[in-house]
């Protein structure tokens, strides 16, 4: 475990933010599609810390009828540079044309799924 | 469309609450927590989730309230740089992975229909006290392993 692919809707603003509620170093990549660039944010931090933000717009066609999809992977380092897949889950919500993707990591330590968070957020209006 | 909403947290729990805004006009956001906790206040504008405020608080051992501890978010923006202000249109829902909680609060200044003019996250987490006691004992076991490890070395 430690990646998930969430299929965006076409043609949406699509802002990627990383949190952390943790000591070791955790790090989350966003991989899109080749050939756009991989989204990394790295940091550590209690009480929800911003590690990063980052958007984008996904393209306005895609052949997979599912959507298109960006890779989220969650990693921790306890040091010396090497990092571990952490467990992650996944949840969703959608308020009226908001909607919202969470991606939850936990590395290991206190089980309270809260080490890394990404989040996904976009309008979907009409 | 309400102009408000009232959400209920649980009691002794340590929240951490975040505003973000998608907005040309400025948005201001008020949460008024039930007695105990003093009313927070974010203002700002911006666009892609720029963050407006995030403060942390822990919610009190009781409530009069059964569902929980009472925080009322309402969100207003203004046209002229804050010297006037209007009501923005709000709703919110619940969203659980495993432990982690979050409330999301979002607003609409009828711009543009997109409900993302400033929304707010209310996020805590809650592992079982089960599993935190078996964890904790597990923890324990593994140090005394390491320990008459290292003894025997």
Redesign the interface.
Known sequence: MGAVTVYLPLAV?T?V?GFT?ASYQQRITITPPSPSQPIVFTGSGE??K?IG?A?FTTPSSWPDPLGYPIDVKLEYSTGGGNWNASDI??????????N?T???S?DGI?????DG?CMI?W?Q?? | MATSVTLYLPLSTSIVLQSFANAAWVQRVSIRPEAVISPITFQGQGYYDTPIGQTTFTTPASSPNPKGFAVTVSVDHSRNGGQTWEPSVVDWAPCQVMYYNLYTVASEDATNNTWDDCTTYFSWSTAPKALNETRTHQESQKHSEHQERKERA
Not at chain 1, 89 to 98: D, K, L
Not at chain 1, 110 to 114: L, P
Request: proline residues 3%; negative net charge.
């Open positions: 603003d802002v933010k509620n009480s929800n911003q933000s958007h889950f996944t949840g969703s919500c959608t308020i009226q044309a908001y919202l969470v991606v939850v936990e206190d089980g309270d799924w809260n968070v957020s309008p209006v009409g």
